[in-house]
């Protein structure tokens, strides 16, 4: 945040059931309302997005950027579609190695045939909570907290004792398994492709600009995928392969990440001035 402070006003959320933000009860799609539950989704987490732009556009003239990493890159895309639907787009988009979501049901036929059988078994277990509290509870440790990271963070670049707690101490509220257990039940949602060509509609006047920006190394979101992304929607402007770096490239290597983030911003800023 100092680093693209130096270009522009910058604000981080907090999702509804990740960091310092509540965890409600999680309530799936086929499950009966109870007060105060949610379903933890994509929509649910573009709300928070569209409404907070809808107020910085409101109360500014400037450019609004929206950059994502991951499941937050998910975010901004879903966002994203819901301002140029109300006429209020912004002006670029920045995928950070984007999460292709690969156990999507609808992505079921590219799983191994054995995975694709026991995908109904697989569905039926992990919603119930004494399995996904169980989960919860062996992943939710420090030890394991650092070994995922180091998974993640394939160079080892700033995998710390405060990163670690960073991503510890969230666990501990309540709630978090609740949030947890939606998150992981993610089966049916939606998908990077199908957002990017809404947002490429031939015709279409109003749209974002879209740049992405991606780890050589992610272990779990191919970088290959991310370029047939780049070569089939004229939407995405541009894309960087991040050498030696993993799903986080922006913590593992800001020297490279944030000079890059800066000459987008003041691009989109300079053109509109």
Not at 83 to 93: F, V
Not at 111 to 129: E, G, H, S, T, Y
Not at 187 to 209: M, V, Y
């Amino acid at each position: 945040m100092p680093a693209l402070s130096e270009v522009a006003d910058v604000v981080a959320v907090d999702l509804l059931g990740f960091g310092q933000s509540d965890k409600p009860r999680s309530r799936l799609p086929d499950e009966p309302a109870t007060p105060g539950s949610v379903t933890y989704c994509f929509d649910l987490w573009a709300d928070q997005i569209v409404e907070l732009a809808l107020q910085l556009q409101d109360s500014s003239e400037a450019c609004l950027h929206l950059v994502g990493n991951s499941i937050g890159a998910m975010v901004v895309l879903t966002a994203a579609g819901r301002l140029c639907r109300l006429g209020k787009p912004a002006s670029q988009l920045i995928l950070i190695d984007c999460a292709q979501r690969t156990l999507d049901d609808r992505r079921l036929t590219e799983q191994p045939v054995l995975a694709q059988r026991f995908r109904p078994i697989l569905k039926a277990l992990i919603r119930q909570r004494w399995l996904t509290d169980l989960l919860f509870q062996q992943l939710a440790r420090p030890g394991t907290i650092r070994r995922v990271l180091s998974q993640a963070y394939p160079s080892g670049a700033h995998v710390d004792d405060e990163l670690v707690q960073l991503l510890f101490q969230p666990t501990q509220s309540a709630g978090a398994k609740e949030s947890f257990r939606g998150f992981v039940n993610l089966f049916n949602d939606h998908l990077a492709p199908t957002l990017l060509g809404h947002l490429c509609k031939p015709g279409q006047t109003i749209r974002s600009e879209v740049r992405m920006i991606w780890g050589e190394l992610d272990p779990w979101e191919d970088p290959e995928e991310a370029r047939r992304w780049a070569s089939q929607f004229p939407c995405i402007k541009e894309l960087r392969i991040i050498p030696g770096v993993g799903h986080c490239p922006h913590d593992e290597a800001p020297q490279i990440v944030n000079p890059i983030l800066n000459q987008w911003i003041s691009g989109q800023r300079d053109q509109r001035a």
